[in-house]
């Protein structure tokens, strides 16, 4: 299997060959963002022969994933001049000046040594086209066609970190709900480009909330059926769900901390409390309580920081607490209806929605600088927000299309892209399996 391998195998190959360009190319954090054209030499399996079976089935998954990339701008093959069937996939051999004639900054070759067919090894590597320096090379060996999705997105993930200085888009996976009808509504997992979809609870209920454990192996959920709320816990090794009940009926909002503990809003007299548990889902400490509503919290990525919804000054808005002070600070500044907080793990965002006169949208509050930008809007309705482990790219549902589906922006905004599963999707929240690390 691929990823058996992948583990040992997916090294930098031809370490001594050529220039390799160690820093970050492409700033997608900075208010300037640029933009980078990239090309994709054809497939070849020798000189000027191009690779027509699993090499075309895998430039398809390459394309189809940097597409998901707003700072990358493909170039149109029919803008080469001379073709995109090379030589050779490095210089001399390779002529990247015909792709540098065309505006691409940074070119992709894939060399496929004994074929295309069967079970057989591929090597990919990226240069930028002036000078050919290389960025990196990556051989992938036994690779048969089911593997090629996996590829794919091993390839691009090593390319976007080598671009941006993070590869964590190509490397995650979203836990997501599915309602299928009254009462009925189950976690599901895919990628951020769609593919991989699969349900993984079948309960009588309704899960919301999913969220993943730092290490990829649980993800929690609030479950709700006719009788009672409880924590939801799905253990990826064992592919089952446990159910862990608390006095009340209330459970709202799980999140994992750093260290894999989780934290959830729970009953505690007139208004629910935010409760860290310990290891075995049993209450350990709480994290924050007033005589006001405190629902939702979220982490960044040192587990001293805290970001929940809070009623405290009447309408919902989003604090932040410290949580090795104790210092509570109202993060939403503007508008008398703000929730659904996430905190992005570089501690330096919050990303929420607002109840707007056009409906909800999503906003990010910088922590830094004070700023607020909308990010999303509409038409439809924009909820449930969250950030991806590269605090760049943002996950949130929308019914701008009818029914409710997920879809992508960034800490920036920009046009949103839908991402293709079927159903009405609610409640995204990104991870790393931990197959995927």
């Known amino acids: 299997m691929l990823r058996k391998f992948l583990a040992i195998a997916l090294t930098v190959f031809f370490c001594t060959a050529g220039q390799t360009l160690a820093a970050p190319r492409v700033d997608i954090y900075g208010p300037g963002q640029n933009v980078v054209n990239l090309g994709l030499a054809a497939p070849i399996t020798g000189p000027n022969t191009e690779a027509r079976q699993m090499g075309a089935q895998l430039q398809k998954l390459v394309n189809e994933n940097l597409s998901f990339l707003p700072f990358m701008r493909l170039t149109d093959p029919k803008t080469v001049l001379g073709g995109t069937v090379l030589a050779g996939v490095e210089p001399p051999q390779a002529d990247f000046k015909r792709f540098q004639l065309a505006g691409s900054d940074i070119v992709v070759t894939t060399l496929w040594p004994n074929g295309d067919r069967g079970t057989t090894r591929v090597q990919m590597r990226a240069y930028e086209t002036s000078g050919g320096a290389r960025l990196f090379g990556k051989e992938y060996p036994s690779v048969s066609s089911r593997d090629l999705p996996e590829v794919a997105d091993r390839f691009c993930a090593d390319l976007l970190e080598a671009l941006t ?224 482990a590269d605090s760049y790219f943002i996950a949130f549902s929308s019914s701008r299309g009818g029914k409710r589906s997920i879809y992508l922006t960034t800490r920036h905004g920009g046009d949103a892209k ?20």
């Open 165 to 388: 200085g993070n590869g964590a888009f190509f490397r995650s996976t979203l836990a997501f709900v599915v309602k299928r009808g009254k009462l009925s509504a189950q976690v599901c997992l895919a990628k951020p480009t769609g593919r991989d979809f699969r349900q993984i609870t079948n309960i009588r209920g309704e899960a919301m909330s999913p969220t993943w454990s730092p290490d990829g192996r649980f993800i929690v959920f609030t479950q709700i059926d006719e009788r009672s709320h409880s924590l939801g816990v799905w253990d990826a090794r064992s592919r089952r769900v446990q159910r862990v009940r608390f006095p009340g009926d209330v459970v709202i909002g799980p999140s994992f901390l750093p260290n894999n503990k989780v934290a959830v809003a729970l009953s505690n007299g007139k208004y629910p409390v935010i409760y860290q548990l310990n290891h075995v889902f049993k209450k350990e400490r709480v994290l924050e309580q007033d005589n006001s509503i405190n629902v939702s919290p979220t982490f960044d990525k040192t587990g001293t920081k805290m970001a929940f919804t809070s009623s405290r000054l009447g309408g919902p808005q989003i604090f932040m607490k410290d949580l090795n002070t104790g210092a509570v600070t109202r993060v939403s500044q503007q508008g008398s209806y703000n929730t659904e907080a996430n905190l992005s793990p570089d501690g330096t965002l919050v990303v929420f929605s607002r109840l707007t006169a056009y409906g909800q949208r999503i906003f990010v509050q910088d922590l830094v600088t004070g700023a607020e930008t909308q990010v999303s809007f509409g038409p439809g309705s924009d909820e449930q927000p969250s950030f991806c």
């Open 418 to 437: 839908r991402v293709p599963v079927n159903g009405d999707a609610y409640f995204p929240r990104w991870g790393i399996p931990a197959q995927g690390r």
